[in-house]
């Protein structure tokens, strides 16, 4: 289910990451929405499977939807080469 999750938790990763600027982060990405609501998915009360890929889903989503963003958005800004003469 965690595959499905990902796909489905993508768009909303997206739209909140519309405003925010990693480099002013003035809402850590711990209090934004789609994080709280992963963080408390598949709480039951009981132990926790150390195997279940659910745990992975902030990880996954960090790595496949937020790093890109924060590159893309921000790497043109202060890495621009220059052609070699």
């Known amino acids: 289910m965690s595959l499905s999750l990902k ?4 768009p909303f990763v997206r739209i909140d990451l519309v ?3 990693p480099l002013a982060a003035r809402t ?3 209090l934004m929405a789609w ?3 992963l963080q408390n998915f598949g709480e039951s009360g009981g132990d926790i499977d150390e195997d279940d890929e659910d745990l992975d889903l902030i990880p996954k ?3 496949k ?3 890109p963003r924060a590159i893309g958005k921000f790497l043109p800004q202060f890495f621009r080469p220059k052609p070699a003469d």
């Open 65 to 67: 939807v937020v790093i």
């Open 35 to 37: 994080f709280q609501i």
């Open 19 to 21: 405003g925010w600027n």
């Open 28 to 30: 850590p990405l711990s």
């Open 7 to 10: 796909a489905i938790m993508d």
């Open 61 to 63: 989503i960090v790595e």
